[in-house]
């Protein structure tokens, strides 16, 4: 087909609009059969750590503080997922993984420009994901006094169990798969229409043969002979 034409593409679109309901009808299956039997809800708890002044200073805390508690920011957030926590962790927790298992389910943040630390912790559990968090928390707060020899990590708030799965969200699955379905109808539906090369007026055969139509034979239907 040399030309795209709209008002035909649009009477073939809707003379094949079951398909477009066939495909969404698949979509919104495929979303439930998903939702029901592949997807593995998943927990999340966080607790968080803010950098305090060292006992070792004074009581007052100085500029000096403060520039060395942001500076020792991002130093914090990779000693969290280090091997020293995490072995130190699953050794108290009794976990059934691995440093690296472990380390993939923790995810550290910080505010910008602030001494805040965020510790994520997703499972498929939300009680796990919850002592997981509260523990690395501990751990990390104990072993910084060894590494730097230093006391300035103060627990703001512990993790508490997660009662609804953060990664489940069944309104958005639906609009996907009814979405998908739809793109999916139209573009076979467009490809179908582009290929399709038969006759649908007289003037496709002055197009495509060259010669004019003299006449044309309208469709007959006879009558219903009466008993």
Do not use: W
């Given at each position: 087909m040399e030309e795209f034409n709209?008002?035909?593409?649009?009477?073939?679109?809707f003379s094949k609009f079951i398909i477009v309901i066939l495909f969404v009808l698949i979509g919104t299956v495929a979303s439930i059969y998903y939702n029901e039997?592949?997807?593995?809800?998943?927990?999340?708890?966080?607790?968080?750590?803010?950098?305090?002044?060292?006992?070792?200073?004074?009581?007052?805390?100085?500029?000096?503080?403060?520039?060395?508690?942001?500076?020792?920011?991002?130093?914090?957030?990779e000693i969290i997922k280090s091997r020293r926590i995490l072995s130190r962790v699953i050794e108290n927790l009794n976990l059934d993984m691995t440093?690296?298992?472990?380390?993939?389910?923790?995810?550290?943040?910080?505010?910008n420009d602030t001494e805040?630390?965020?510790?994520?912790?997703?499972?498929?559990?939300?009680?796990?994901a919850r002592n997981i968090a509260n523990e690395i928390a501990k751990v990390f707060k104990a072993e910084i006094t060894s590494i730097y020899n230093i006391e300035n990590?103060?627990?703001?708030?512990?993790?508490?169990?997660?009662?609804?799965p953060y990664n489940v969200n069944i309104v958005k699955q639906y609009?996907?798969?009814?979405?998908?379905?739809?793109?999916?109808?139209?573009?076979?539906?467009?490809?179908?229409?582009?290929?399709?090369?038969s006759?649908?007026?007289?003037?496709?055969?002055?197009?495509?043969i060259g010669l004019s139509v003299l006449a044309t034979v309208p469709k007959y239907k006879g009558k219903r002979k009466r008993k």
């Open positions: 709209i008002s035909e593409f649009i009477k073939y679109y039997n592949i997807q593995v809800p998943m927990y999340k708890s966080q607790t968080s750590l803010v950098l305090t002044r060292s006992n070792n200073s004074n009581s007052t805390i100085t500029q000096n503080d403060i520039s060395l508690n942001k500076n020792l920011v991002s130093t914090y957030r440093e690296k298992e472990l380390g993939s389910r923790i995810s550290v943040t910080s505010a805040l630390i965020i510790i994520s912790v997703t499972d498929e559990h939300g009680r796990i990590i103060s627990i703001v708030d512990e993790a508490v169990e997660a009662r609804e609009v996907i798969g009814i979405g998908a379905g739809f793109l999916l109808a139209s573009m076979i539906i467009t490809i179908c229409f582009y290929l399709d090369d006759i649908k007026k007289p003037e496709d055969i002055e197009e495509k």
